[in-house]
């Protein structure tokens, strides 16, 4: 959770409440928090039923929304009223003359999901001017694992940097998911205090040990018995692992190898930043780049490039198991 959020909800709790709220953005996870922060929390139950109103852009005009705003609360000070999905409502700059001069006893929640307001308009400007402005980006994938790591300390869950890993790989940056996998966990062991591989095996179905994002590392660390352990697989199991997706994997990494030459001596956070990585990570990249000066990285990149055209089928007749065999056979060279 952002700073910025912190603060937000602070606010809320101490009920220093802003007349407009504005939630725009690509992640639905932390504007769904939010409105249901604003639906359960703000009004007690029975405050809610006169005075809790919810429209959604595509079944209401924006004449609907402001006559709701302008309404006085009934049996409490003040009333909510949320607009969910305002990006779908016709007419939705309109409500930047109400925005300009809101009512003192309505909050006024603008849910705009899925996408940034657009911040020229009046809309938008009234609203940072006379409310509260939150954009809900979506977390960039090198920062997943430090996210999960986070939220394992919310659940409870003391996790290895391993593990955070290995989840981010898998599930993405969809923080929803991520959120009800690892709390799929905690309700079948609700006592354990780490979230260890094995849980995460066990409850999840996420394997460290084929998992394609561990491959590269595999390969980087020479360490063929586990290589040619995980190749079975991949070859036995084409559908976990694509050529397509092994050779951006192995790119990525063999790229941060190639990157790290160039970094020794500079913080952990400006090597994260050249690598597009955690910090979390720099010490164990640093360390590996000692085996992989910058002309044997070079050349592993080239590899990979030459391979990754094979694959769409340039140049070559040979299928992506045959591919596969001859890119890790010139790696491990």
């Known amino acids: 959770m952002t ?37 359960q929390k703000i009004l007690t139950p029975a405050e809610r039923d006169f005075n809790l109103m919810v429209l959604y852009g595509k079944d209401c005009e924006w004449s609907d929304v402001v006559n709701a705003c302008r309404r006085f609360p009934m049996f409490a000070e003040k009333q909510v009223v949320i607009l969910k999905d305002a990006a779908a409502l016709r007419g939705l700059n309109e409500l930047a003359a109400y925005v300009a001069k809101p009512s003192p006893t309505t909050i006024f929640v603008i849910e705009h ?8 308009t009046k809309l938008v400007k009234m609203a940072k001017e006379k409310g509260f402005h939150f954009t809900s980006d979506k977390i960039k994938d090198e920062h997943m694992p430090a996210w999960i790591i986070e939220l394992g300390k919310q659940m409870n869950f003391s996790m290895g940097v391993r593990e955070a890993e ?10 929803q998911k991520v959120v009800n996998e690892i709390e799929k966990v905690r309700i079948n062991v609700p006592d354990e205090k780490e979230l260890t591989a094995a849980l995460i095996h066990k409850y999840i179905g996420i394997s460290r040990d084929y998992n394609v994002f561990e491959f590269p590392e595999a390969l980087a660390n020479g360490d ?11 070859l036995a199991n084409p559908k976990s692992a694509p050529m397509a997706l092994i050779t951006v994997a192995c790119y990525n990494h063999f790229n941060r190898l190639y990157v790290a030459n160039f970094m020794r001596g500079k913080t952990d956070k400006d090597a994260a930043a050249a690598m597009g990585m955690s910090p979390y990570f720099v010490k164990n990249i640093m360390a590996a780049a000692q085996q992989w000066p910058m002309h044997r990285a070079e050349r592993a990149l080239l590899l990979l490039a030459k391979y990754n055209t094979k694959g769409v089928g340039y140049n070559t007749s040979a299928g992506d198991k045959e591919l596969l065999k001859e890119l890790v056979a010139q790696l491990l060279d």
């Open 3 to 39: 700073a910025e959020l912190k603060k937000l909800f602070q606010s809320l709790d101490l009920k220093q409440f802003a007349p407009v709220y504005l939630i725009d953005g690509e992640e639905p996870y932390y504007i769904d928090m939010i409105t249901d922060y604003f639906e």
């Open 113 to 120: 999901r899925f996408k940034k307001a657009d911040g020229k």
């Open 166 to 175: 290995t989840l981010a790989s898998s599930l993405g940056n969809d923080l």
């Open 224 to 234: 063929r018995d586990k290589v040619y352990r995980m190749l079975t697989y991949f």
